[in-house]
């Protein structure tokens, strides 16, 4: 069985989020702090081995004093994030362990992650090297500058990339060790790093019900999609709520 080390960044600024007492990861969802949600669905996993939380350093004090009991019996690792994404996962990525094969990163801030989603992209992983879930763009999506449409841009091939993304050990590595520091400020996901050394990244169908709780909106909609996640039966399938299941899959 293929082992696997989980990177959860929470190390953000949440700017977008606006909110004057949380940050979006540690806003309660349900009872629980949203962070909490994203761990739990790798942590009774036979081949999860290791699972790294990524905060900032100026989360660290209020953090421990809400969180320290949580991170003591389930068995986190917490690390101190850098001033963007990138560095922040390079700094859970250093701390990964030898003895495993795969890394995957999802994020903090995307609670509402079902378990057959999360088979699909290991094995996806395991059989290519890199995967990460996505769903296909329905909109009509169009470019704009200043506030005025200058064109629509064809949806075709166009994916919206989620999470968990899931590459070996060695090939995210590699990635970190080539990029520079200015790849590091601007990159939003890991795949965007390893694309850059010409690897190929196979895409895996998600859901639109993994959505990345950004604003205050996607916190009222998470609430929801908890509800609405697929579930295994007795017989450890996975179902769900709505006959068709299509638009949810």
Same mark, same amino acid.
């Given at each position: 069985?293929?082992?696997?080390?989980?990177? /959860?960044?929470?190390?953000?600024?949440?700017?977008?989020?606006?909110?004057?007492?949380?940050?979006?990861?540690?806003?309660?969802?349900?009872?629980?702090?949203?962070?909490?949600?994203?761990?739990?669905?790798?942590?009774?996993?036979?081949?999860?081995?290791?699972?790294?939380?990524?905060?900032?350093?100026?989360?660290?004090?209020?953090?421990?004093?809400?969180?320290?009991?949580?991170?003591? /019996?389930?068995?986190?690792?917490?690390?101190?994030?850098?001033?963007?994404?990138?560095?922040?996962?390079?700094?859970?990525?250093?701390?990964?362990?030898?003895?495993?094969?795969? /890394?995957?990163?999802?994020?903090?801030?995307?609670?509402?992650?079902? =378990?057959?989603?999360?088979?699909?992209?290991?094995?996806?992983?395991?059989?290519?090297?890199?995967?990460?879930?996505?769903?296909?763009?329905?909109?009509?999506?169009?470019?704009?500058?200043?506030?005025?449409?200058?064109?629509?841009?064809?949806?075709?091939?166009?994916?919206?990339?989620?999470?968990?993304?899931?590459?070996?050990?060695?090939?995210?590595? =590699?990635?970190?060790?080539?990029?520079?520091?200015?790849?590091?400020?601007?990159?939003?996901?890991?795949?965007?790093?390893?694309?850059?050394?010409?690897?190929?990244?196979?895409?895996?169908?998600?859901?639109?019900?993994?959505?990345?709780?950004?604003?205050?909106?996607?916190?009222?909609?998470?609430?929801?999609?908890?509800?609405?996640?697929?579930?295994?039966?007795?017989?450890?399938?996975?179902?769900?709520?709505?006959?068709?299941?299509?638009?949810?899959?």
């Amino acid at each position: 069985m293929a082992s696997f080390s989980v990177i /959860i960044p929470a190390a953000g600024k949440s700017s977008r989020f606006k909110d004057d007492y949380y940050k979006k990861p540690f806003i309660p969802l349900e009872n629980r702090a949203v962070w909490l949600h994203s761990v739990e669905k790798f942590l009774n996993r036979d081949d999860v081995k290791q699972l790294i939380l990524v905060i900032s350093a100026e989360d660290r004090q209020e953090f421990q004093e809400k969180f320290a009991a949580n991170v003591a /019996i389930l068995g986190i690792e917490v690390v101190e994030g850098g001033d963007s994404r990138g560095e922040s996962v390079r700094n859970a990525v250093e701390r990964v362990r030898e003895d495993l094969d795969f /890394i995957c990163v999802h994020d903090a801030a995307r609670p509402c992650l079902a =378990d057959v989603w999360i088979d699909r992209v290991f094995d996806a992983a395991v059989s290519s090297g890199a995967a990460t879930l996505g769903i296909e763009v329905t909109s009509t999506i169009k470019k704009v500058v200043d506030g005025v449409i200058k064109e629509t841009i064809s949806r075709e091939s166009l994916w919206e990339s989620q999470t968990p993304q899931v590459f070996s050990r060695k090939l995210l590595l =590699d990635a970190f060790a080539a990029a520079s520091d200015d790849q590091l400020r601007q990159v939003t996901d890991e795949a965007q790093l390893v694309e850059s050394q010409g690897v190929e990244i196979k895409m895996v169908t998600g859901s639109p019900l993994n959505r990345k709780v950004t604003t205050r909106a996607d916190l009222v909609f998470a609430r929801q999609a908890l509800k609405a996640l697929p579930k295994p039966d007795l017989l450890g399938r996975q179902t769900h709520p709505f006959q068709d299941g299509d638009m949810w899959r």
